[in-house]
């Protein structure tokens, strides 16, 4: 069964303090792999989407990486302003529709 | 530049009334989706559309049903609504080339 795990729950950062979170994934064949931010109350933005294993992209402080079975958003150096729920999402490439399964998200938040 | 809009952003119904969720975009984009997003449960798909008069069914459709009559918008109606179906519903938007979903800002729905 496909399905995607995102981990930890929740992250608390002091300022600077760099860390990743990881989206565990398990498809029969990856279309691609997502990555979105989730403020309060409002949809979720897009950042990125990774394609194949070993490929990386780049936003700001913000690093997506991706093998065969995890993806992780590596933050560097984070700011208060950083603080969101990030969501992991794979498209498989059977089932059509371009449709996306999201994990649970990953709840961050970065204090001074 | 108004993307996804949701109408409305707040809804209390009364169980067993029924109601339709409006998503309209401008975006020209073939595919959109409804998910809904509940507490621990991630985003979960409830009906999807991939052109203008077609519509299929996601991980959760019973209770609810959709129509695409018109590119730019989807609706999504509660025949009957129940308890179980209070949560936020996010209406989504892709071209299908890769670049991700385009969001709308949710709706809360409470069915008491």
């Known amino acids: 069964e496909d399905q995607v795990t995102q981990s930890p729950e929740a992250l608390r950062l002091q300022e600077g303090e760099s860390s990743s979170l990881n989206c565990s994934y398990t498809?029969?064949?990856?279309?691609?792999l997502f990555w979105y931010r989730q403020d309060p109350g409002k949809g979720p933005e897009f950042l990125f989407t990774?394609?194949?294993a070993g490929e990386e992209k780049e936003k700001e402080r913000l690093k997506a990486t991706l093998t065969k079975k995890e993806s992780f958003l590596h933050i560097t150096a984070p700011k208060p302003e950083d603080s969101a729920t990030y969501l992991c999402a794979f498209g498989g490439v059977t089932g059509g529709g371009n449709k996306l399964t999201f994990g649970t998200g990953t709840q961050l938040k970065v204090e001074l | 530049n108004a993307g996804v809009t949701q109408t409305p952003k707040f809804r209390v119904l009364k169980t067993g009334q029924s109601m339709t969720l409006l998503c309209a975009q401008d975006?020209?984009?073939?595919?959109m989706y409804w998910y809904r997003q509940d507490p621990g449960m991630g985003l979960r798909l409830i009906h999807y559309s991939v052109g203008e008069g077609t519509t299929a069914k996601g991980e959760v459709p019973d209770g609810y049903n959709v129509s695409r009559l018109k590119k730019q918008n989807f609706l999504l109606g509660l025949e009957s609504a129940a308890p179980s179906q209070t949560s936020v519903y996010f209406c989504a938007s892709t071209d299908g080339h890769g670049y991700g979903y385009t969001f709308g800002s949710g709706t809360r729905l409470t069915v008491v």
């Open positions: 498809v029969s064949g990856l279309r691609g």
């Open positions: 990774l394609y194949s």
């Open positions: 975006m020209n984009h073939e595919y």
